[in-house]
């Protein structure tokens, strides 16, 4: 496969996944607003999403405008969900081939939804309407992919993409809790719970017992729940093996052997570890880990060697500086 399709297809699904992801957190936050005095200040109810996201353009240039528009339709903003489905779109137009017509049809569909004025129409007149269609979209456009091309190596790079996203998704969702400027509320909890879809599986599992430990236990080490990290990391662990052959517990290039190093992480440690050393820390050392099997993504098998080369040449100099 050529690298460059491969990275049309990893970069689609990754756009995809962010923008159902941004969707469940603006839905949640507006359904909390309702049940709040009319008096708080909305730019600091806002502003542990807005940390946890990086989205960090709506504090210095877009605070005229609502937090939820920003989320939505800002321009500036790369990871708004406007800007998600315009580049998940320009992805999958490179590598049409690869794709189903099924798939096409699909993200074609939201891209003109998102292109006229109909998304921002609505989400004044039916909000709820506007979320569900995003969501649903893209719940509909994973089963497309799962169901509707070869299981080959575009669709191993298109499953990376997805669980990377994920995984990163989830953990700033769970981030944003550590960032209130009070201890969580049940609220807050369950607010968490709601932007990963987990609240009716955490529910079976814990049978009411909310806590920040449990959630936090929940949404970073279950065996089972799809938006965990650690089911998102050992697919990932999973993907990039099958990609290159070399059996599970070894590894061939640095993207396996740091996704191999998370999911031990995960895997070796417990919530009771996490929590004494502290829950940002760590979710900021696995972020920061995901962050570096991407990159490590990218140079395997999208960048060439002479970029690699030069790439490479570059950090020494600065190391020597």
């Known amino acids: 496969m050529l690298s460059r399709v491969a990275d049309n297809l990893y970069w689609m699904n990754r756009y995809v996944e962010r923008a159902e992801s941004l969707a469940r957190v603006v839905e949640v936050n ?50 708004s969900i406007r800007n998600c489905i315009f580049s998940a779109r320009e992805n999958a137009r490179m590598v049409r081939d690869q794709l189903s017509e099924e798939i096409w049809v699909e993200l074609n569909s939201i891209y003109h939804f998102f292109r006229s004025k109909d998304a921002e129409v609505s989400f004044d007149q039916t909000p709820q309407q506007f979320f569900q269609k995003v969501i649903r979209f893209s719940l509909v456009f994973q089963g497309l992919s799962d169901a509707t091309v070869n299981h080959d190596e575009g669709w191993l790079f298109m499953s990376l993409g997805k669980y990377l996203e994920r995984a990163d998704q989830t953990s700033r969702a769970l981030d944003a809790l550590t960032l209130k400027e009070k201890k969580p509320s049940r609220k807050d909890l369950i607010a968490a719970l709601r932007i990963c879809s987990a609240l009716s599986a955490f529910r079976r599992q814990y049978r009411g017992e909310l806590s920040l430990r449990n959630v936090a236990e929940f949404l970073l080490f279950s065996q089972d729940f799809p938006r965990s990290m650690r089911f998102a990391i050992r697919r990932i662990d999973s993907n990039l093996h099958e990609l290159s052959g070399v059996p599970s517990g070894n590894f061939s290039n640095e993207a396996e052997r740091l996704a191999g190093s998370a999911l031990a992480a995960v895997n070796f440690t417990n919530i009771d570890a996490v929590l004494a050393r502290g829950l940002h820390l760590s979710l900021d050392e696995l972020q920061l880990s995901l962050m570096d099997v991407g990159q490590k993504i990218f140079e395997t098998y999208v960048m060439s060697p002479l970029e690699l080369q030069n790439v490479n040449d570059d950090q020494s100099m600065q190391a020597q500086q």
């Open 30 to 79: 507006q359904d909390n607003l309702l049940e709040l005095d009319d008096n708080i200040e909305l730019d600091r109810f806002w502003l542990s999403s807005i940390h946890a996201f990086h989205a960090h353009e709506y504090i210095d240039h877009e605070k005229e405008s609502s937090a939820e528009c920003f989320f939505l339709f800002s321009d500036s903003w790369p990871s």
